[in-house]
T-cell receptor, first 115, second 113 residues
């Protein structure tokens, strides 16, 4: 009963390094999202996807890229990490359709530290 | 753009106290409204929801009324328990696009025994 799985769970990077966070969901959901969570700022949407091969910008997309080559996977990339990208990253997925209720299913989070 | 405002960063009631956690929203569309709860070390999970004006969401003794006239969705409970301690996020989903879920900044609920 996996749901939404994020890898890695923890990562430490040096400024300027690159990395990719992987999100996988086994619920056959159309929509997938990447959020970042910072103290006092809640959850802010980075990028999202409404289906395989599509992506769109959220509230805070700068410095990140995403890809949705397969329906079950949503990758978040940092090309040149900066200390301001130190955060906890959450992936989420949701259903689509005429009665889309907006309920998100979240992973357990990936804690990224950029030195 | 759409926004959700939670005015309290933390609330510290005692066990058995009543609770109100404030949430107000701003949107030009017709949102669905949600409260998500996050326990330590976990991702957020849906706590309750209301799909249209005057709907009331309920779960585990918590309630929230979708009030369009005041653009609010306050979370209430008559008597809190220590197990209710968590971070609570108010959120909205724009039903016209149904793609973006916008969250408030969160309220940490810490129940004093």
């Amino acid at each position: 009963n996996a749901g939404v799985t994020q890898t890695p769970k923890f990562r430490v990077l040096k400024t300027g390094q690159s990395m990719t966070l992987l999100c996988a969901q086994d619920m056959n959901h159309e929509y997938m999202y990447w959020y970042r969570q910072d103290p006092g700022m809640g959850l802010r949407l980075i990028h999202y996807s409404v289906g395989e091969g599509t992506t769109a910008k959220g509230e805070v997309p700068d410095g990140y890229n995403v890809s949705r080559l397969k329906k079950q996977n949503f990758l978040l990339g940092l090309e040149s990490a900066a200390p301001s990208q130190t955060s906890v990253y959450f992936c989420a997925s949701s259903k689509t359709g005429g009665d889309h209720t907006g309920e998100l299913f979240f992973g357990e989070g990936s804690r990224l530290t950029v030195l | 753009g759409d926004s959700v405002v939670q005015t309290e960063g933390q609330v510290l009631p005692s066990e058995g106290d009543s609770l109100i956690v404030n949430c107000s929203y701003e949107t030009t569309q017709y949102p669905s409204l949600f409260w998500y709860v996050q326990y330590p070390g976990e991702g957020p999970q849906l706590h309750l929801k209301a799909m249209k004006a005057n709907d009331k969401g309920r779960n585990k003794g918590f309630e929230a009324m979708y009030r369009k006239e005041t653009t609010s969705f306050h979370l209430e409970k008559d008597s809190v328990q220590e197990s209710d301690s968590a971070v609570y996020f108010c959120a909205l989903s724009d039903r016209s696009s149904a793609s973006k879920i916008i969250f408030g900044s969160g309220t940490r609920l810490s129940i004093r025994p």
